[in-house]
């Protein structure tokens, strides 16, 4: 699939969208083959992802190289034990493994031949490929379970790696834990030619974007959407429509694109999820995209779901 023929079938446009590709093959089934996953690892065409507590630690010099060599990797402190299976490139030529390396930034600063970058200025430098992209988003997802959860949650025991980094276990009590998507809502609600787009204190001056939310256990996307968007507007919202949906690895979680009408109007912010929320026209949301709006309010960046949803109802695609 070419980057340009990304469209959902409700036509929102998907083409700038970050961490929608990837082609890896996760080869489930061979996973608990440990002398499968170490051939893999020893080959020579192997690359492994490597990333400090917070950010990638990429190979430096080379357009859209996101991987190491394994001699490099360990070089670095990389523990061979701790190296999660991402899966292997369609032809066969490439796996990837993903680890971290316990190293300060600044230490990084004095090695040659390395850069130390987060993922999202990645994604919005739009220099690497929508599958590298995508790949790194499933190593980042990953490496942040893998450093959060190194001890079992029923005993308190040291876990360590199984499946090629898809499970941990418990030698103590012999629990097993998995690594965790959590599942986010994030909807555009509009009355007609009106859209609802609110200020969450996190982002940059200016940008207005749709409202998100976490999903709770037992309930249905169509109720989250309801009770979000109560919680941090004071809208009573009806009918809700999924269109499209995104891995969002920051950490790790699978944003949910809806769209929802309206069945009450008057904004009523009380919690602080919010510090502003405001009904917009089409020709207000025209200006925040052309850069031309009055007190300076932008929409989120392309290369995520929110401003597709923006942009699929402005130019009602959706």
């Not at 034990?81 to 292997?88: K, T």
């Not at 009408?261 to 207000?284: M, V, Y």
């Not at 009055?294 to 402005?314: Q, T, V």
Request: charged residues 25%; aromatic residues 6%.
């Amino acid at each position: 699939m070419t980057v340009s023929s990304r469209m959902s079938p409700t036509g929102l446009d998907q083409s700038a969208m970050s961490f929608l590709e990837n082609t890896l093959d996760r080869m489930a089934t061979r996973r608990p083959d440990k002398a499968f996953l170490e051939a893999q690892l020893d080959a020579d065409t192997a690359r492994v992802v490597l990333s400090t507590p917070t950010k990638l630690f990429l190979p430096e010099g080379s357009e859209d190289a996101i991987g190491h060599r394994l001699d490099i990797a360990l070089s670095l402190g990389a523990k061979r034990e701790e190296m999660v299976f991402l899966g292997q490139l369609p032809d066969g030529s490439t796996s990837y493994f993903a680890t971290t390396v316990d190293l300060e930034e600044e230490e990084v600063a004095l090695l040659d031949g390395f850069k130390v970058i987060d993922l999202r200025t990645l994604a919005l430098q739009a220099e690497l490929s929508p599958n590298h992209l995508g790949i790194l988003a499933q190593a980042r997802a990953l490496i942040h379970w893998h450093r959060t959860h190194q001890f079992c949650s029923r005993c308190g025991d040291k876990t360590h790696m199984a499946e090629g980094g898809y499970r941990r276990d418990c030698p103590s009590c012999e629990g097993q834990h998995f690594p965790r998507t959590d599942p986010c809502v994030i909807m555009l609600i509009t009355d007609g030619d009106r859209a609802l787009l609110g200020r969450p204190p996190r982002l940059m001056e200016g940008v207005y974007t749709t409202l998100a939310g976490f999903m709770e256990p037992g309930e249905t996307i169509e109720q989250a959407v309801r009770r979000e968007t109560m919680e941090e507007s004071g809208i009573r919202v009806g009918k809700v429509e999924l269109i499209a949906n995104q891995p969002w690895p920051f950490p790790a979680n699978l944003m949910l694109g809806c769209v929802g009408e309206a069945l009450s109007f008057d904004i009523h912010i009380e919690d602080d999820e919010l510090e502003a929320c405001k009904w917009c026209d089409r020709e207000e949301v025209r200006q925040m995209v052309n850069g031309t709006h009055p007190e300076g309010h932008i929409i989120p960046p392309s290369i995520s779901i929110a401003h597709d949803l923006i942009m699929g109802w402005l130019e009602k695609r959706i």
